[in-house]
C-alpha cells in the first residue's frame, strides 16, 4: 500500500490525495505482519489529513504542514508510529511558544472549497462518464490504450 499525497502537485489544477493498493491478493498488505506492516491504517488516515490540510489552506486557515511534524518535536515510534502527532494535530494541540496549533475546529463540518475558490480552478472534462453508447466505446478504446501503454511500460521497466 502506498499513499500518494497529490495536495502540493496537481492534475489540471486541482489538488487530491490518493492510496494505491495492489490488485494481487497474495500481497503482504493483505495479510497483518507486525513486521512488515505495522500499521497499515495510518497511511489511510494521513492521506485524510492531508485532504483536510488542503480543505484549510483554501480556506485560508493557518495551520502546520502534516509533515512538519520534526519541527514541533515529534517523532515517528516504533509501536505507535505517528499517532501522537496526529492526535494533536488533529486536536490543535501541538503546543508552541504562541499557544496551540493544529487544524482548526471547524474544518471537519465545512465542505470541501467549491472549484470557485480554488486559486487556480478548472474544469476536468476527462472525469466525465459516458452518457451514450458511442461516447462509452470511446471511452472502452481510451482504456484499452492506456492500460496497453501502462503494461508496456511496466514490460520496458522489468526488462531494464
Known sequence: MIGLDFGAMDYYGIGFSNI?????????????NTQINRFPEEVFLHEFLHSLERNAK????????????QKYGYQNE???GQKKWYTDYMNKEIKTTSGNIGLP??????????????NYSYEIKEWKEPENIIEEIRQLCKNIVNKFKILTKTQHLESD
Do not use: M
Request: charged share 30%; glycine share 2%; hydrophobic share 25%.
Open 78 to 80: 516504533a509501536l505507535i
Open 20 to 32: 494505491r493498493l495492489p490488485n494481487n491478493s497474495r500481497s503482504y498488505i493483505y495479510k497483518y
Open 58 to 69: 483554501e480556506y485560508g486557515y493557518d495551520r502546520p504542514e502534516l509533515h512538519d511534524y
Open 105 to 118: 475546529e471547524d474544518i471537519y463540518i465545512l465542505k470541501p472549497a467549491k472549484s470557485t475558490n480554488f
